[in-house]
């Protein structure tokens, strides 16, 4: 069984970065493509960015290209969100995920294990 705990939340101004770390534990994390979503109030869950189990590969959502960046350690089995040039579009509950066939997309089908989430707020 696989848990996935996101932290680095909080409320920043627009203009400013934030950086979220997922915590993978009861898995081969190394094994596995990881993902992160977003949700705002009343709206679905989109994709926001993914990486290979390698780490040698990345994709990113047109809205994020550019600002976010997604990254690994899979010796210390976590893996990251660097966001910059945060805007007020940008507000959200940011979930990692895994995609536990090991392949790198943007299909939410394909994650099969998510974390709790942790908010993100850029106030304008």
């Known amino acids: 069984q696989v848990q996935l705990v996101e932290s680095g939340g909080g409320l920043v101004q627009a203009g400013g970065s934030l950086r979220l770390s997922c915590a993978a534990s009861g898995s081969t994390f190394s094994s596995y493509a990881m993902g992160w979503f977003r949700q705002a109030p009343g709206k679905e869950r989109e994709f926001v960015a993914t990486?290979?189990?390698?780490?040698?590969?990345?994709y990113y959502a047109d809205s994020v290209k550019g600002r976010f960046t997604i990254s690994r350690d899979n010796a210390k089995n976590m893996v990251y969100l660097q966001m910059t040039s945060l805007m007020p579009e940008d507000t959200a509950v940011y979930y990692c995920a895994m995609a536990p066939m090991g392949s790198t997309t943007s299909s939410i089908t394909a994650y099969h294990y998510w974390g709790q989430g942790t908010q993100v707020t850029i106030s304008s």
């Open positions: 990486i290979s189990a390698t780490g040698r590969t990345t």
